[in-house]
Structures are given as C-alpha cells and as structure tokens.
C-alpha cells in the first residue's frame, strides 16, 4: 500500500521550504509535490535555532521563522502547504530508499512513490561518542540540528540561576551557542582543540577579536585540547567535565558543537558521493537521472572554483541549489548550470560578520580591530578568491561579493591593505 507523486522532497528543512516556494511559483498544480520531514513542523529557517530561539527576552518562536522568511521572501506556514495542494507528511522518517524503482519506505511502512527526487536530507550532528567519549546523552548535555533539540536546550538553560556551562567544540554552533548563553547570564568555558576558535575560516589575527570579545563578556577559552570524561552525579547529570590533562571544569550543562555528516546512507550504493555528499552536476542532477540533491547533503560543481566539487554547509547555499533544482526540472532548457558565490556570515551579540569565496592563499587584514570594524581579503595567484567583513554595511557587503565573483586583480598586497574595503568599492 502506498502513496504517488509526481515530485517528492525528502527531507522537510530549509531546503525543502525554498523548493516547495519555487514548486509553487512554478504552478505546480495541487496533489503532484509531496515534503517527507521527520521533524514535526513544516520547514523553518533552522539559524535562528542558534540566535533569535535562545534569547532570554522574546525569544523567536515558530510560527514565525517558517521558510522563507530568511530571505524576506513568504512565509511559507502549514497553512499555505494546504492552500497549495503540497502534502506534507511530517514526524516520519523514511528508511530505505530504492531509485531504481522510485520509491520510499517510511519507518512504518508506507511505500511512497515518485517520478522525481529532491533529496534534501541534510545533515546530522556528530556525537562525542563517535570520538571515544561516553555519555553525551546525559539529560543536560546539548547538541543543536533541530527544534527539538532547541527546546531542550532553552528548558536546561532555564532549569537554573546563573551557573556554568561547558561548550565543547570552536566552530559555528560553539560560538553562537557560547554567544546566547551569555545573553542567558550563564558563565560559558569553550573547549576546542585548535589553536584558535573557527579555525575552518577565521585567521589567527580574526580570531584573536572574537575571543578577545567572548572573554570581555566573562568566557573562558581552553585551546588545544578536548575532553576526555564526564563527571555525573547519582541522577546521571553531568556535574563537571574532565579535560585530556585531567583538569576539571564543573558545569551545570554542556552544549556540543563538533561537526556534522551529511543524511547520505539511504543513497550509499545507489547513486555517486564525493566529499561527503550526494554528487549532482550543475542543475543539482544525481548520478540517476530522476533524482537531484541540494543543500548540505550534496556535493555540487563551484564554477568560481573551475567547477571543483564542493559540499557547503550553509543556508544561503541551501537555498539557492534548492531552487535551481526546482528551476532545472520544470525549464530544463532555460536552466543553465548553477553558477555560485559561496556566502557564509554569522551574527552574535552586537557582532555580525559575512564571507564571500574561500579562503585560500595569502590573507590581507585590513581596518580597525579595536573598533571591531575590519576585515580580511584572501589572495590567490594575483586576484581576490576570498573575502571576510565585520561590522560593514550593505553597500560594503556588495562591493567585497562582487570583488570575489569577479576576482578582482589585486597585484600591489600594500594597497589592498590600505585601502580596505574601499578596494573593493573600485570594482
Ligand atoms: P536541513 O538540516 O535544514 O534539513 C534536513 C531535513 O531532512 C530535516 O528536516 C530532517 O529531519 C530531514 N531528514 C533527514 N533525514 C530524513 C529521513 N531519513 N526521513 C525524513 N526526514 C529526514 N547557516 C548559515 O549560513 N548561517 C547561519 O547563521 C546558520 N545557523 C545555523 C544554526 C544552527 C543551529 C544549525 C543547525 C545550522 C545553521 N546553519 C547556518 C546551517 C544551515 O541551517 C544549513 O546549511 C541548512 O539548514 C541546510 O539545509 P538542508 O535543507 O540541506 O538541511
Ligand atoms: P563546525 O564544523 O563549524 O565546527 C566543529 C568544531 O568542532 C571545530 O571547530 C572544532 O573546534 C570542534 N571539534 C572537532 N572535533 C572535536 C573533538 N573531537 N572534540 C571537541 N571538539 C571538536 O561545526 P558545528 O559548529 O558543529 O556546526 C554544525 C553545522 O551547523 C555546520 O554545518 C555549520 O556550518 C552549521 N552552522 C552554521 C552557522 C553559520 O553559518 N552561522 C551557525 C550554526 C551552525
């Protein structure tokens, strides 16, 4: 027994609503798209699960931060789905998948066909577990992927006055979640084992401001090493955590950050991987003809790269491979390959940053730090592939984009330095 569509998405996260927006654009009529989400609500903007969902005063709360809301773009509530003729099928997670014959099995069961598939499974975060570290799941140890795992996070936050928390891990969901602990008058201790917090992008020179900043709001950095052990009471909570040196950090909870996998094993055996995701070429294409992937779990051409394979975690790229994906299946002539400025930012406390292409060869700092306006150029064979700004304007974010779309020459490193963002003003 089962169920038949013409297009189904699997996977019901940020992915899903910026697909499900552009099936409806496209007119898709009503009974033909169906959204399999094991999450239990229509898709939302997952960022603010680490920024606007943990502030302490009006916190933001669904419905509204529903796609695609992140993009200024529509709402997209279960209302809409409704009015739209999208079924959405949610609280149910598929366990096999068989391209071959088009179909899905839910967990109970169901079989759900389709002509074609978006897949759009993301990903999930890593365990401690998978690093030899036991009892991560303590009743007061976080990690953060999905609403559920938010609201946990707020009802351990608010369960005490004050106290500590231990973040493990220097990366996004490190910072941010340090970040909103802070704002909820927690003492934070961030533990890493890189020299420097977002080691994956930031710059020594970067990173020393937001860990400058981080400790002038009371968090403690221990750099260059992990933990090792918890330390539980006779309830199982954990009371403190035990570093690879011994040390012992006590702690009233702990938030986890360390990385994510991409939702790829349904598709292991059946269709291309590389770099960890689902490989599609430019119009979000799988090695199966009726099956595209998008979003954190596929590995798509970078045209700005010379087409090299990469796989992004982020939601702007989220976003648009799912709407090309849409594109290229409705308008297949009209669709040309994803062409794609790979866009990452960030915002905690009063900070907020964003960075346009990659960061590889030699970086250029320039503007004031102390004024916590600055930023960083990556140069790369005589022209711009990468570029980093904190505290700028529309204007500037657009100008230091275009520098990087363009490569813009950048042969004399002095000038680039001294003039700062106004260099890429002269694209
Ligand atoms: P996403 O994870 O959004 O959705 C996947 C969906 O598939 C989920 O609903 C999941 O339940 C479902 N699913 C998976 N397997 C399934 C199965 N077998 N059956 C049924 N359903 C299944 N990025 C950024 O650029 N700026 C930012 O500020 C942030 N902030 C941020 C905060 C937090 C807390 C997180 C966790 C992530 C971010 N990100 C971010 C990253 C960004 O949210 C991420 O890149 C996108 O959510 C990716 O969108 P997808 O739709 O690919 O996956
Ligand atoms: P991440 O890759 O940003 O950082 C992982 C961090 O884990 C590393 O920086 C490292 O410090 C730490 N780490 C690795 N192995 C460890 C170990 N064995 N013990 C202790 N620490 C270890 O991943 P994340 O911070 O977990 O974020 C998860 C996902 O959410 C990513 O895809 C990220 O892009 C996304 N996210 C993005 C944003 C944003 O773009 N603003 C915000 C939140 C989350």
New binding site residues.
Partial sequence: MGRAFVYVI????????YAALEFAQRGTAPGELCI????TVA?Y???????GFLLPEAPARLPSFHTCVGSNAQRLTPKWYKEQGIELVLG????SADVKRKTLT?AAGETISYKTLII??????LKLEEFGVKGSDAENVCY???LA??TRLVSIMQSFNGGNAVVIGGG??GM?CAAALVTNRIKVTMVFPEPHCMARLFTPKIADFYEAYYESRGVDFIKGTVLSSFENDSDGKVTAVILRDGTRVPTNMVVVGIG?RP?TS?FEGQLSIEKGGIKVNGRMQTSNASVYA?????SFPVKLFGSDIRR???????RKT?RHAVSAIFAPEATSDFDYLP?????VFTLSWQFYGENIGDAIHFGDFLAGRFGAYWINKGRIVGAFLEGGNREEYEAIANAVKLKMMAKDEAEVEKLGVEFASKV
């Fill in positions: 699997l996977g019901g996260g940020v992915a899903a609503g399999i989400s094991e999450e898709p903007e997952r960022p603010a699960l680490s920024k149910t997670r598929v366990k839910t759009a499974t993301g990903a999930r975060a953060l992927r999905n795992d938010a996004y969901i941010e994510i939702n349904l998008v979003g954190d779990v596929a992004l975690e982020h939601v702007d790229s989220a799912a866009f990452f930012y960030s915002r």
